[in-house]
């Protein structure tokens, strides 16, 4: 769960930097894999 934590905060600040460029691709591709780790971190939750 902590591992997962930190991949997803990573995820977020890559996005918020990617946005801050205009690397428009880059910021979607973060923003899905953020969407993936949060995924991720309910399934752990709720099991």
């Known amino acids: 769960m902590k591992e997962l934590k930190k991949q997803y ?24 894999a953020m969407n993936n780790y949060k995924r991720m971190m309910l399934a752990v939750v709720a099991n």
């Open 9 to 32: 905060e990573s995820a977020k600040k890559d996005s918020i930097q990617f946005m801050k460029n205009g690397q428009i691709a880059a910021y979607l591709n973060a923003l899905i």
